[in-house]
C-alpha cells in the first residue's frame, strides 16, 4: 500500500476540530511532509518563471545591440532553457506530492468511516439514514480529496507567486508594484462576500443530495414493496420533486459562482489594462527602461490572474470545509466499546439469566418493556410470544448489548451484562434475526459467516441439516458455491431464514435466539427444524420467539408479552390451566387447525 509511511496508530478522530483548517491539517498526518514539499516545489516553480522575466529584462537592457559575441548570446539562452526546465520539473513534482497526499489521506478517510460505522451502535443506525452515510462516506470524501488536491494547493501558489512577482516588481519600480495590487483589497472583499454565501449554498445542495441517495436507495431495497402497493408514480413523483430540489439547489450554486467570475474578471481586466497603459506610458516617457516594461508586463499577469482565481478557491475551499464537517459528523460519533467490560471469563458461560424488574425504552421514546422478571436456569428454553409491538425482540436484543436497559438488572452466570465486554457476549450468543441478511456471496461463505477458524464441508453440511436446508442447496447446479442474492439464485423467504439458522448453528453458541425463526418455514419443515433443534439445544440456553403455539408449547418457561409487560408466565400445562391470552390462542390456533384438517379431508373424499 502506497500509504506505508503514515503512522499506523493514526485514527481521524485525532482530527475533530471545531477548527476546520486545523482539522484538516490533522487529517493529513503522515503526509504533512510531502505536502509541505508540495508547496515548496511551488515556490521554486514560482521563484524560476520570474527569473526568466528578470532574465529578459537583462537580455533586452543590457545585452542587445552591445556587441557580445555568439557564445554570451548562447549562454543566456541556456539560462532560458534551464528556467524553463526547472519550472517543469518543480511544477511536476509538486503536483504528484499534492495528489500523492490528497489520495492517501481520502484513502485512509474513506477506510476508516468504514470501518467506524460498522462499530456505531444499534442506536445510531436507527436513527441515520444509509443514503446519508453513503454520500457522506463517498461524495464529500471527495470534496476533502479535492481540498487538498486542487484548493489549498491552489491557494498556496496564489499566495507564493503573488509575494514572488510583488517582490520582483517592488526592487523594479515601487510605483509599477502599488499599481500592480490596487484591485486587491476589492477582490478580497468581493470574494469574502460570496465565500459565505457558496458555503450556505453548498451545504444545502449536499443535504439535498443526501436526501436524494437516501430515497433512492429505499426504493431500490423496496422495489418489491413499491410494485406491489402499485406505488411507482407516486414514488417517481416524489423522488422527482426531490431531484428538482436538487437541480434547483445546483443551479443556486452554479449561479453563485457564475456571479463571481464577471465581477472578478472585469477587476482583474481593469487592473491589467491599468498597468499596460501607464507602464507603457512610463516606458516612452523613460521613467523605465523597455526591458523593465517587457519584465513588468510579463510579471503583473503573475499577480493578477492568481488574485483572479483567489475568490474562485476561497469560495470553493468552503465546500471542502462543509464536507469536511459532514464527514467529521460522523466520525465523532462514539464507537460501541466492543471490548470495554470489567468481567471477560476464560471458557464459555452456562447460560443462567435472570430479569429482574427490567425497563427499557429506545432513546426518549416511551417505555417499550416494563418491569420485565423471569429466571432461566442454564440450558433451559424460554419461549416468547405476544401480539406484534408487543416487544419481544427488543427483550432478546437486551442480551447482545445491542440496546441497554435503563433500569432494573439482567444477570448472566450472576454477573451483571453490563460487566461483560459486548465482544465476549455476542461470541457466546447466537441469534436468529427475525429478518435474517444474507450477503451477495455464495451460500458457502453466508453460513461460515463470523466464524473465524477455518470449517470444514461437513461441520457446514452438519449445520445446514440441521436446518433443514441442506437437501435444498444440494439441488441448486453449483451446490454450497451458488450465488445468493443479485446475480445468483434468489432465495425464498423460508430458505433465507434456515440458511440464517444454519449460520448462526455453525457458530455454537451456548445461548441461543431464535427470533421468528422459522415464520415462513411451513409446518412440516418447522417440525424438521424444531426436531433437530431440539437436539442442539440440549445444554443450550435458547430463547424463542414463535406465533405458533406448537413452536412453544414445550418450552420450560413460556412468557406471554404483551404492550411491553410478561402478563403471563409458566410451562403450557401451568398456562392452559389458567384463564388469559395464551390459551385462547391456543384454543384459536387449534380450532383453525381443525378446521383446515376437516376441509382437508372433505376435499380429498370428494
Ligand atoms: N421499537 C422502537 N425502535 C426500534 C425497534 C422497536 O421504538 N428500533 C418499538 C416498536 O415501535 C414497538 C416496540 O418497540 O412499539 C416493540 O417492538 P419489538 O420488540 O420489535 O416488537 P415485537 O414483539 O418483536 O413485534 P413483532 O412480533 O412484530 O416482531
Ligand atoms: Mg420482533
Known sequence: MTISNAPAQFSPKQAVSSNRLLGLWRLMRGFRLIYVGAVLSLGIAALAKTATYLLLRYFVDDVLGRGFGVPFLLLVALGFVGLALGEGLFSFLSGRWAARTAEGTALRLRNYLFDHIQRLSFAYHDQTRTGELLQRSTSDVEAVRRFYADQAIGLGR???LFAVNFVAIWNLNRNLAILSVIVVPV????SYFFFGRVSRRYEEYQEQDARVSTRLQENLTGV??????ARQA???DKFEKENWDKFQKG?????MHSLYWPSSDILAGLQMLAGFVIGGIMAINGTITAGTYLAYAGMVI???WPMRNLGRIIVQMSTGLVSYDRVMAIVREEEEPLSEGSYRPRGNVRGEIVFNDVGFSYGEGEQVLKHISFRVEPGQSVALLGSTGSGKTSLVNLLPRFYEYDSGSITLDGVELKEYPRD??????????QEPFLFSRTIRENISYGVDREVSDEEIYAAARAAAIHEVIM???EGYDTLVGERGVTLSGGQKQRVAIARTLLRNPRILILDDATSSVDTETEGLIRRALQRLMEGRTTFVIAHRIQSVMNADLILVLDKGEIVQMGRHEDLMAQEGIYRDIYHLQARIEDELQQELEATVTV
Open 158 to 160: 496564489i499566495i507564493i
Open 187 to 190: 477582490l478580497v472583499v468581493v
Open 224 to 229: 418489491r414493496v413499491v410494485k406491489a402497493f
Open 234 to 236: 407516486y414514488e417517481i
Open 251 to 255: 443551479r443556486r450554486l452554479i449561479l
Open 302 to 304: 503573475w499577480i493578477i
Open 424 to 433: 465476549y457476549l455476542r461470541s457466546q450468543i447466537g441469534i436468529v434475526e
Open 475 to 477: 439441488s441448486f447446479p
